[in-house]
């Protein structure tokens, strides 16, 4: 019976110790659950915060640019009630500019721009096509549209050159329409001022005497276009609200005739041709904004 009960008690021992680590064992396994779900999760709350500040820093990337390339293009299509320059002239459909190439800037590329500073690129009002380099470090871009000093789609005006009838002191009234620079707070002219040179690149006109041209400054947040720089641009571009019934018939160039007091203007025919033209300095034509933007506030 004695040894019955060293033998019980001998069992009874080696339970008791099974238990025990098992109860170790399961306090490890615990232990490590508890230290793993806790990497875990400072694992998950790490990538999370880096994402979350990467994009963040897109973001402020992205909307500290001035323009970014188009995602889509203005287009016409002509029915049989149209009334715009590009139709009655003939026209059938009609894509405007190009979305061009991720690194590469090509005259006529479409571009949306926050000239307005609310944080919106608006494919339909902010469309701008780039022109040409002012040099290597900044792009010039034309707006789709004629305007008016508050900056907004504004077909029905259309200045004169200089109401006083000569060519020789700039765009002094034409400039009046051009956008203020409260209309288009993010937009800047960085050559200003800036020579203006006769259509043959010479900086004088003459008739009635000799005239020397000014380098004009502009008090706008926007500048017109010149002959040269109009050379640059595919010419469909300018079919965009201009000619026809409603549209302005002709678009000054700030570029002056150099024998006679005329200017330089863009005119639409009543064929699918755009052309340029002397026009008296007193005659109406549409304006359309010149911006001169930083190519490192462009996302192109």
């Not at 400039?175 to 209309?183: G, N």
């Not at 000799?210 to 641009?233: D, G, I, S, V």
């Amino acid at each position: 019976m004695k040894k019955l009960n060293n033998k019980g008690f001998a069992i009874s021992t080696v339970i008791y110790a099974v238990l025990i680590i098992a109860v170790l064992i399961m306090g490890m396994l615990l232990s490590t659950m508890v230290f793993s779900k806790k990497t875990t999760d400072d694992l998950v709350y790490s990538v999370e915060k880096d994402l979350n500040s990467h994009i963040e820093e897109q973001d402020i990337k992205i909307s500290s640019k001035i323009c970014k390339r188009a995602r889509t293009l203005h287009s016409e299509t002509c029915t049989s009630s149209s009334t715009t320059g590009y139709c009655t002239a003939g026209g059938t459909s009609i894509t405007y500019g190009q979305l061009g190439n991720t690194g590469v800037l090509t005259s006529g590329d479409a571009f949306d721009c926050d000239v307005n500073g609310d944080g919106t690129y608006d494919p339909a009002t902010e469309r701008f096509y780039y022109v040409t380099d002012l040099n290597s470090t900044t792009a010039i871009l034309l707006f789709y549209t004629t305007t008016s000093s508050d900056g907004k789609r504004s077909v029905g005006v259309r200045p004169p050159y200089d109401s006083s009838g000569v060519n020789y002191n700039g765009p002094v009234t034409a400039a009046s329409v051009l956008p203020t620079k409260t209309a288009w707070p993010k937009a800047t002219l960085y050559n200003n001022p800036a020579q203006i040179y006769n259509i043959d690149g010479g900086t004088t006109v003459k008739y009635s005497g000799t005239h020397t041209l000014p380098k004009y400054t502009y008090t706008t947040a926007a500048r017109l276009l010149t002959y040269q720089e109009f050379l640059k641009l595919p010419s469909a571009i300018f079919w965009e609200d201009f000619g026809g019934q409603n549209f302005p018939s002709c678009l000054w160039l700030n570029t002056p005739y150099p024998t006679t007091p005329q200017v330089y203007a863009i005119h639409a025919p009543y064929k699918l041709n755009i052309s340029f033209y002397p026009s008296g300095p007193t005659n109406s034509c549409g304006v359309r904004p010149v911006i001169e933007v930083k190519k490192e506030d462009m996302l192109y």
